[in-house]
């Protein structure tokens, strides 16, 4: 698992400690995007209204996004 988070890490998508609501998975990949927070909240909301797997989505990047400052933990030889 800790090589998904680096691997999340490494492209920029972390959960921020400050402007998250929740778990921060919609802060932080508006950071990666470059775009308003409330945008990425917003299209979540809507994809959840018109029905799919958007909470299951949310869901796993909450899993496997790192909280920001995570230092990956070393690897055993």
């Not at 890490?9 to 400050?18: D, F, K, N």
């Amino acid at each position: 698992m800790d090589q998904v988070r680096e691997t999340f890490a490494r492209a920029g998508l972390s959960r921020p400690q400050t402007g998250r609501w929740l778990a921060g998975v919609c802060a932080g990949v508006a950071a990666r995007l470059g775009i308003d927070a409330w945008i990425v909240r917003l299209l979540l909301v809507l994809l959840l209204v018109m029905g799919g797997s958007s909470l299951l989505i949310y869901a796993v990047l909450w899993f496997c996004m790192p909280p920001q400052g995570w230092i990956a933990p070393p690897r055993a030889p």
